[in-house]
C-alpha cells in the first residue's frame, strides 16, 4: 500500500514538472510575442509621427514645428488685450 502511494506521489510530481515546464515555455513564448509587437508598434507610432510632421504645410521639419508651437502659445503673451501689439501705436504717437 506505502509502495501505491509512493508510486502515485511520484507520477503526480512527474506531470507537475511537465506541466510547469510547458507552462513557463508558453509564457516566454509570450513575452517575445509582446516584445516583438511593443517594437513593432513603436515604429509604427514614429512613423505617423514623423508622416504628421512631414505633411504640415507651414513647418520644414519637426524641431521648426515645435517651435511654431512654443511661439504661438507665447504669442497671447506679448499682445495687449485687444489681440494685437501694442507698441508699433506706441511709436506711431511719438
Do not use: F
Not at 13 to 24: G, I, R
Not at 76 to 87: C, K, S, T, V, Y
Request: charged share 35%; glycine share 6%; with cysteine.
Amino acid at each position: 500500500m506505502i509502495d501505491t502511494l509512493i508510486k502515485e506521489l511520484d507520477t503526480e510530481m512527474t506531470e507537475a514538472e511537465t506541466n510547469e515546464k510547458l507552462n513557463q515555455e508558453d509564457y516566454e513564448e509570450m513575452m517575445a510575442d509582446s516584445a516583438a509587437k511593443r517594437a513593432t508598434d513603436s515604429k509604427s507610432v514614429a512613423q505617423r509621427e514623423g508622416a504628421k510632421a512631414d505633411t504640415c504645410p507651414w513647418c520644414i521639419d519637426a524641431g521648426e514645428a515645435r517651435h511654431r508651437q512654443s511661439r504661438t502659445r507665447a504669442m497671447p503673451q506679448r499682445l495687449g488685450a485687444g489681440g494685437h501689439d501694442p507698441a508699433p501705436a506706441k511709436k506711431a504717437m511719438k
